[in-house]
Structures are given as C-alpha cells and as structure tokens.
C-alpha cells in the first residue's frame, strides 16, 4: 500500500464526499423539516450541470456561468415546488415517489430534447487549471482542491445559517415539529418553499461544480441520488451535522475503499482471486458501512430529537 497513493485517495474522498454533502444537505432539510421523499433532488444536480455548460457557452467564462447558473437553479426550483411538489405535501409517501420518479424521466427526456443525448463538456477554467505540488513529487489538480475548498466553504455558511440566524431557527424547529411552528403563526407554506428552493440551488451548485471534471449527460444525477439519502440515513434525517460527517465517511469509504479493497484481499488470497473479488466488493462497502452504522444506531449518528 503507497502512501502517496492512500493521501491522493483521501484527498479524492474528501472532494467527493463534499459533492455528496451539497446534494444531501438539501435533502435531507425537505425531508426533515417537509417529511417530503424527492427523488427528483437528483435531477437539481443534473440540471445544473447543464445550465453551467450552457452559460459557459454563451459566456466564455465559468465565473460569469455560474454566476447565472446558481439563481437559475434556484428560480428552476422554486418553480417545480410550485407547479408539481406543492400539491404532493399532503400526500403519503408512496404517491410522492411515484410522482417525484414521474419528474425524473419527465427531466431527463426534457434535457435530451433541449441538449440532446451526446455527453457535453465543460473546461476547467483557466485560473484553476493544471496542478499544484502538495508534498514532494506529488501533484494534484488545482481545480479539484478548488472544489474541496468550495465545499467547506459554503459547509461553514450553511452552519452559520442554520444555527445562528432567524431562517435556521425556524428550519431546525420545522425539521423537530413542523405541526407545532405552524400553529405559533409561521406561514409553513413560506418555509418550505425557501427550504426546497435552497436545497435545488445547493444541489445545482453540486453539479456545475463537478461538469468541468465529470461529463454532463442525462440522468448523471441518477446514481448520485442513492449515495445522497445513504448519507442521510446515516447522519441522521434532518440533520445538517450528520450529513456532513456521513458524506465525508461515504466520500472516504467509497474512494479508498475502490483503491485498495483488492490489495488488502492479496493478503489473503491469491493475485487474480483477490483483484476479483475485490472489484466485486468495492462497490458495496458504502452499503456495508450503513448497515453497520444503523446496526449500532438506528436513527442515524446525529438524529433530530422530535
């Protein structure tokens, strides 16, 4: 096992891990605060992805393209929450996955109408092009360190919002008792629609910082999206801390787990058994590690009392 090659992977679990905590951070708030299952959040992410690869088009500058594409996002989910989410509230959960898994094919032919099925590509920006010595001999994309950095910044404003302003009062007090907030005179209404516009716009976030890196195609937000309640459950629903420290974990897990899963087989059994099963159970430790993890506690690491 290279040690150079075990700090790139964990740098690599961390960017990833803080993709994850974009997406799942927003989630897991209309889950908490709505008691809403959105399966189409993943389509926020898709969505954009795309807006930056058009804006950056049209613009010739990603700074100016996600300028833009952050309250496109924004107002694009705003405006689902008003035309098809704001009538499933009431309803149970099975209506809200059927209609929400409706909203994801609905999306994904929408892009492939508009962008079309073929793959687009995003460049990295110039200023945070090429790589970056962090150790001796060892290079990293500065880009990539840009988007870690990105991550944790807006993991410290989301922190700052939701525990020391008036809007992060009511969205902690609505993911506890939403019931009782109501009947104190908050327009519940109002709230979860700033709280499912917010959690479009960070998931949107999520996807335009990863399209220079990742390729921008329909249904990209698919398989995100299972990873994305994975860190829910683990961290707890509702819970802005758990979903931090549990994107991290799966991040970490996932990455690492990928890269070295077969060498540590080697001690065990033979080269060819070991790469084998190896690939075979790299992709499930993540699954693994919350079976573990609600094993020993059932409601996530960080619950919200209600």
Sequence with gaps: MNATLLF?????????????FLIAAGLTLVFGVMDFINLAHGVQYMVGAYLVAAFSAW??????ALLLALPSALAFGLLLEMLVFRHLYDRDHLDQVLATFG??????????????AAPLSVPVPALLSGSVEIASGLLYPVYRLAIIAAGLVVAGLLYVLVNHTRVGMLVRAGASNAAMVSALGVNIQRLFMIV?????????FAGAMVAPILS????????????AFVVIVIGGIGSIRGAFLAALLIGLVDTVGRSFAPNLLRL????????????????????IFMAAVLFFRPSGLFPVKR
């Design 8 to 20: 790139v992977q964990a740098l690599n679990g961390l960017q990833f891990g803080l993709i994850l």
């Design 268 to 287: 065990f059994l033979d080269p060819a058994a070991a790469s084998q099963t190896g690939r075979a159970i790299a992709p499930m430790l993540i699954y």
């Design 216 to 227: 921008v195609e329909p249904g990209m937000g698919d398989n995100i999206l299972i990873l």
């Design 196 to 204: 499912f516009g917010f959690g479009a716009m960070l998931a949107g």
């Design 59 to 64: 613009t010739g500058s990603f700074g100016w």
């Design 103 to 116: 909203v994801i094919l609905f999306l994904n032919q929408g892009v492939k109408f508009v962008w079309g």
